[in-house]
């Protein structure tokens, strides 16, 4: 069992940056098995879509639609999972979920991102 609590969504102006932040808490066991890591983000109306995952290994896997204005990283303790958002748009409004794979999925509660016009 792994729980995972996301931080750092928000309200920002088109064109700023928000950095979000989740970590995971559970046995050592657990923590130990999570492999990969990422983020996915869900519009009103639309279905849930990936932004970006990362292995434990460090590769990276992006979005068409974020690949080159998002970064994702993972802590040195590596149960930490980072995306850090530039350049961004009133399309990037959703909410934003943390995921772990271990390999069975977990999920964050997710944190609203929102980027005004």
């Known amino acids: 069992q792994v729980q995972l609590v996301e931080s750092g969504g928000g309200l920002v102006q088109a064109g700023g940056s928000l950095r979000l932040s989740c970590a995971a808490s559970?046995?050592?066991?657990?923590?130990?098995?999570?492999?990969?890591m990422g983020w996915y983000r869900q519009a009103p109306g639309k279905q849930r879509e990936l932004v970006a995952t990362i292995t434990k290994g460090g590769r990276t896997n992006y979005a068409d639609s974020v690949k080159g204005r998002f970064t994702i990283s993972r802590g040195s303790a590596k149960n930490t999972v980072y995306l850090q958002m530039n350049s961004l748009k009133p399309e990037d409004t959703a909410v934003y979920y943390c995921?772990?794979?271990?390999?069975?999925?977990?999920w964050g509660q997710g944190t609203q991102v929102t980027v005004s016009s």
């Open positions: 559970g046995s050592i066991f657990s923590i130990n098995s999570i492999n990969t």
């Open positions: 995921n772990a794979n271990l390999p069975s999925p977990y």
